[in-house]
């Protein structure tokens, strides 16, 4: 049997169940999953194989259950018999899973044994990835191998009928690693109950980096202003929203306005950050999350973080990643007394390895479906399936938000959320990650996959990694392997119509893509459409500056961008734009881009006067927030669809000239910025379906497959889709994996497999 069954209490439940079926036989763990033999009654049998795939644990993901029949041994009774280590891995580790009902009893129960125990966990909870080393999961495997068991835990672990039969973490007081409270030079402060001293820090004001599951966080009061603000400065992080852990779900209620898929997506085993619309006022420092309409909220997963809130005197607290801007997550002791001496007041300690850096995961329900927009803590390292078999592989990723991609056979398994590779700080992760991945699922890659950007780190690395072991090398087009990524998680070959809308990607003839219609394959694509050509003055910089992009494409409409209309809209001097301008017409330091991502982050310089940005989307995300009250039905500004020939290849162009004029209208009439927003975001979507309407009525293509990282947008998203399928398309958007880069590892393996697949015809 495959998939997830090693960690999950796969064994007691197997055991639990032959005995009711009045089986003989045994189980154990093996490198491939299970092994199950069963003797008895052919009736009691099959019933045995139909509950086996109906009633597994909640943690388990059964895969593939391949039977046979054996010879009859009519020996008596059902066993538990011990890991068997052979050949080549192919089961996976199951993901870090939240403190789950029965354990949280146990730790608030004065009379229990484990009452207040900060690590209690049992098979249906507690870490798993941060803590393995390698496959079979078992407990010498992980960091709990250096606390040996007391008697009351040994028997638990001992016994199939107990819930933590084998259950490796398995520890209490008398025998499990310990929590401290320490100073930032690394000496013990003294305290009754270092959790409660921890809570004194916290409600005083003060910054306390608190270790968890996956690494450290940085707390502070969420609703005091004067801690959220010196937490920022400290950690150098400033306008980017902060993740709120709250004390359960009625705070969370309190605090946002939930849906029901919300609340589902919370309550997860995953525990993920949700974001979700914020109320307002909702008694949370208005820093945590300037400038738009939602929080991130999560609830607590390790018993650590419920203590932290129980006796009802912390409600909610900021729970941000302990690292400076752009850096890894802090994971052991001493590192984090090191890198985070200048920003943390206190540390909350213990002393249980942490072997995976692994941050929380961030989703939100957009379009009233999960969306995962940075897959780690409770995902990973589950796998995600292929359509076709790969060999052994490793996909790069892109540069932000990277994610790596080790494949095998139909199973992709991602990497956790590893950030921007903009510094060896960020490459070292990378390389201690798939050190830990190659070693656990023992993949040894004999390709590897990269993006088309000659200027990526993750590039250049794969281009050195593969020369130094004289490895395949395979280059895949960014937007294609987004599209490509969405189309292996739904099973489809293509063609399909591809909609690849994000900020950055290398495009097949040197400039920047991002707005793209492509008519895909797994294995190919050709670009039917893109946003036509705008010149970005100041390369980079125009990220950084949204204004330089907004002058930019009002250039490319036509306007005078040195009349004082425009720069009083540009914020912006006479001497700024004329540089700027001479740059674009000599062609310095100007590249082109297609991107949509660049035309949101022009539209919110314009309407909000927003000129520099804190963090990377924050003018797109600030503009979709302005729009967030008004109606689906807003009339749309046009864009015009020109030029193109399918039949020679020549790809459309869909301009915003149209769009830029009916914006700068209802700027001068006076027209609320909200309904400029909602008017922005629904010609934009007007203006992709009509070039999708455009490509099925050249190809025949009625699927559509939509990615990148605008699908992140829940208005976009939502009004492609509903005018997608109102045309007739059939569409299909992410599920498992990150619309954004952070998917794009798995998409470049899809594109990979079946590169290598066609190769072999």
Not at 118 to 134: K, V
Request: with cysteine; net charge neutral; charged share 20%.
């Amino acid at each position: 049997m495959h998939g997830v069954v090693q960690g999950v209490g796969f064994r007691p439940f197997v055991y639990r169940l032959a005995s009711e079926e009045g089986l003989s036989g045994f189980i154990g763990n093996d490198t491939d999953g299970v092994t199950i033999e069963v003797e008895g009654p052919l009736t009691r049998v099959d019933a045995f194989l139909s509950r086996l795939r109906i009633e597994p644990p909640p943690l388990a993901r059964i895969d593939s259950i391949a039977v046979r029949e054996s010879v009859v041994t009519g020996e008596p009774g059902f066993r538990i018999v011990a890991s068997e280590v052979l050949g080549r891995v192919s089961t996976g580790i199951p993901a870090d899973a939240a403190t789950c009902p029965d354990c949280l009893r146990e730790l608030l129960d004065p009379h229990d044994r484990r009452y207040r125990y900060p690590f209690l966990n049992c098979t249906n909870c507690g870490p798993r990835f941060t803590i393995t080393r390698r496959i079979p999961y078992d407990r010498p495997q992980t960091s709990m191998a250096r606390f040996p068991m007391c008697p009351s835990c040994q028997a638990e672990y001992d016994d199939p009928l107990n819930r933590r039969f084998h259950a490796q973490p398995n520890a209490c007081w008398q025998c499990g690693p310990r929590v401290w409270l320490s100073n930032k030079d690394g000496a013990e402060i003294p305290a009754d109950d270092p959790v409660v001293a921890a809570i004194d820090r916290l409600l005083a004001g003060e910054v306390v980096a608190i270790k968890g599951i996956g690494g450290f966080h940085l707390g502070v009061d969420a609703a005091n202003e004067a801690a959220v603000l010196r937490l920022r400065q400290r950690k150098r992080r400033y306008g980017k929203p902060l993740a709120v852990m709250v004390r359960d779900l009625n705070v969370a209620r309190e605090l946002c306005a939930l849906s029901r898929e919300e609340e589902a997506l919370l309550t997860t085993s995953a525990r993920p950050i949700v974001l979700a619309r914020k109320r307002e006022p909702n008694g949370i420092a208005a820093d945590v999350a300037p400038g738009i309409p939602w929080l991130g909220v999560y609830l607590p997963y390790a018993p650590l973080q419920h203590l932290l809130f129980a006796g009802a005197r912390v409600r909610a607290l900021v729970m941000t990643s302990a690292n400076l801007s752009e850096e890894p997550i802090a994971i052991d002791n001493d590192e984090a007394r090191s890198r985070l001496g200048e920003i943390a007041d206190v540390f909350l300690m213990h002393n249980r390895e942490i072997l995976q850096r692994c941050d929380d995961s961030v989703a939100a329900v957009v379009d009233g479906a999960p969306q995962l927009i940075r897959r780690a803590r409770g995902f990973v390292p589950l796998g995600v399936e292929l359509p076709l078999d790969a060999p052994p592989l490793l996909a790069v990723g892109g540069h932000l938000k990277n994610v790596f991609a080790l494949a095998r056979g139909r199973r992709v398994y991602q990497s956790q959320h590893l950030g921007d590779l903009e510094n060896l700080a960020g490459l070292d992760f990378f390389k201690e990650s798939l050190a830990h991945l190659m070693r656990t699922f023992e993949i040894e890659p004999v390709t590897v996959v990269h993006d088309l950007h000659p200027g990526y780190l993750s590039t250049e690395w794969a281009k050195q990694w593969a020369q130094e072991r004289g490895l395949g090398l395979i280059a895949v087009q960014h937007h294609h392997a987004h599209v490509a990524g969405c189309m292996a998680e739904h099973g489809l070959a293509g063609p399909v119509i591809g909609l690849s809308l994000d900020g950055t990607g290398y495009g097949t003839d040197g400039k920047i893509w991002g707005g793209e219609v492509l008519i895909a394959r797994l294995d190919s694509f050709e670009r039917f459409a893109h946003l036509d050509y705008v010149p970005m003055p100041g390369s980079t910089a125009a990220i950084r500056e949204p204004w330089r992009m907004a002058l930019g494409h009002l250039h490319a409409a036509g306007f005078d961008v040195k009349s004082p209309k425009i720069l009083s809209l540009l914020g912006a001097t006479e001497k700024e734009v004329r540089v700027l301008k001479r740059m674009i017409e000599r062609g310095i330091n100007s590249p082109l881009t297609s991107s949509l991502g660049r035309l949101f982050d022009a539209a919110a310089a314009v309407v909000l006067g927003r000129r520099v940005v804190n963090y990377e989307a924050q003018a797109a995300i600030e503009l979709e927030g302005l729009a967030v009250d008004e109606p689906d039905d807003e009339t749309p500004y046009a864009l015009e669809i020109a030029g193109g020939n399918w039949s020679a290849r020549e790809p459309a162009r869909i301009g915003t000239v149209p769009l830029w004029r009916g914006l700068l209208k209802d700027l001068q009439d006076g027209v609320s910025q909200a309904r400029i927003a909602a008017r922005f975001h629904a010609g934009v979507a007007a203006g992709f379906v009509q070039a999708a309407v455009q490509a099925h009525t050249a190809t025949g293509i009625t699927q559509v497959a939509m990615s990148g990282g605008c699908m992140h947008n829940r208005r976009l998203a939502r009004l492609l889709r509903v005018a997608l399928e109102a045309e007739g398309f059939e569409v299909f958007r992410h599920a498992q994996v990150s619309p954004g880069d952070g998917g794009l590892s798995y998409g470049q393996a899809a594109v990979a497999a079946a590169i290598l697949s066609s190769r072999k015809l």
